[in-house]
C-alpha cells in the first residue's frame, strides 16, 4: 500500500462525506462525541483483559479498524480547525519533552 499523505486522506474522507450529505452533521461538538464513542469501542476490545499481552488476530484486526474510525475523526476536527495531525502531535512532543513528570515509586 502506499503511502498517503495527510492531504490525500484529508480529502478522500472530505469527498466521502460531502457526497452523502453529511457535512451539516460535522460540527466539533458532534464530531467530539464521535470520537468518544469509538474512543470506547477500542476500550471495548480490552474489557476484562487486564494484563494480557497477545492478542488474537480478530482482536487485532478490531482494534485497526476502531483506531481508524477514531482517526477519521480527529482528521475531520483538525480540517475543521484548519491544522495539520501531525503539527498538532509535534507541537504537543516538544511541550513535553520540557516537562518533568513525577511517577510514584513503591
Not at 26 to 38: I, K, M, N
Not at 48 to 72: I, P
Not at 79 to 85: C, I, M, S
Request: hydrophobic share 40%; charged share 25%.
Amino acid at each position: 500500500m502506499a503511502d498517503l499523505d495527510y492531504t490525500q486522506v484529508i480529502q478522500e474522507l472530505r469527498d466521502f462525506r460531502d457526497a452523502r450529505g453529511w457535512r451539516k452533521y460535522h460540527t466539533l461538538p458532534a464530531l467530539a462525541r464521535a470520537l468518544s464513542v469509538e474512543a470506547a469501542e477500542i476500550n471495548e476490545i480490552f474489557l476484562w483483559q487486564d494484563g494480557q499481552t497477545t492478542f488474537s488476530d480478530k482482536q487485532t484486526a478490531d482494534l485497526k479498524l476502531e483506531m481508524a474510525d477514531a482517526l477519521t475523526y480527529l482528521y475531520y476536527m483538525c480540517d475543521q480547525l484548519g491544522v495539520q495531525p501531525n503539527e498538532l502531535v509535534q507541537q504537543k512532543h516538544e511541550i513535553n519533552v520540557q516537562r518533568h513528570w513525577k511517577f510514584d515509586q513503591k
